[in-house]
């Protein structure tokens, strides 16, 4: 089992950059691969990014396709979401989600808290 542990979110006007991180508890943290999915008010949870267990693979949502950069750090036991030209529609909280194959379906076996990222105009 893994715990998961989100931060780096916080407030930002549009063009700006957040780093979120996502830390794992664990030393199994290097057998799963993580993916970052987000929800908006009223709307269902979508998804953003996931990296494979050895960081070869790695998917985006069209919406960040080249604004964002996921990545993670073994020795760390941390996955990173580096967001850049934020935008107002990338407001939400994001969540980390862990699991033994890498998909971009809101399926992962575990789950952080989250972490709520707002991007003013």
């Known amino acids: 089992q893994v715990q998961l542990v989100e931060s780096g979110g916080g407030l930002v006007q549009a063009g700006g950059s957040l780093r979120l991180s996502c830390a794992a508890s664990?030393?199994?943290?290097?057998?799963?691969?993580v993916g970052w999915f987000r929800q908006a008010p009223g709307k269902e949870r979508e998804f953003v990014s996931a990296?494979?267990?050895?960081?070869?693979?790695?998917y985006y949502a069209d919406s960040v396709k080249g604004r964002f950069t996921i990545s993670r750090s073994i020795a760390n036991n941390t996955v990173y979401l580096q967001m850049n030209s934020l935008k107002p529609e990338d407001t939400g909280v994001y969540y980390c989600?862990?699991?033994?194959?890498?998909?971009?379906?809101?399926?992962?076996?575990?789950w952080g808290q989250g972490t709520q990222v707002t991007v003013s105009s």
């Open positions: 664990g030393r199994t943290f290097s057998r799963y691969a």
């Open positions: 990296i494979n267990q050895g960081g070869s693979i790695r």
């Open positions: 989600a862990a699991d033994n194959k890498i998909t971009t379906s809101p399926v992962y076996d575990y």
